[in-house]
């Protein structure tokens, strides 16, 4: 079942733990997802675990600059 089909999810903390967890059920339920963390390493190898499905962008949430540019390329 694809009930998210044509939809975008963006999570922000989801290269581990419930984060990751939530991003695989979304693709598996049809959306398009970007992953977002501080970890570039820990970020690759979530990709890696959602079989490449996500896509990832380094971001800390704290820093307004870069939650902008996560907002844009979320967006694009």
Do not use: N, W
């Amino acid at each position: 079942m694809a009930r998210l089909a044509d939809k975008r999810c963006l999570i922000v903390g989801g290269s581990t733990g419930l984060g990751l967890a939530a991003a695989a059920r979304f693709l598996d339920e049809g959306a398009r997802v970007v992953i977002a963390g501080r970890s570039p390493e820990k970020g690759a190898a979530a990709v890696a675990f959602l079989g490449g499905r996500a896509h990832f962008v380094p971001c800390d949430a704290s820093d307004p600059a870069q939650v902008e540019e996560l907002y844009r390329q979320a967006t694009a």
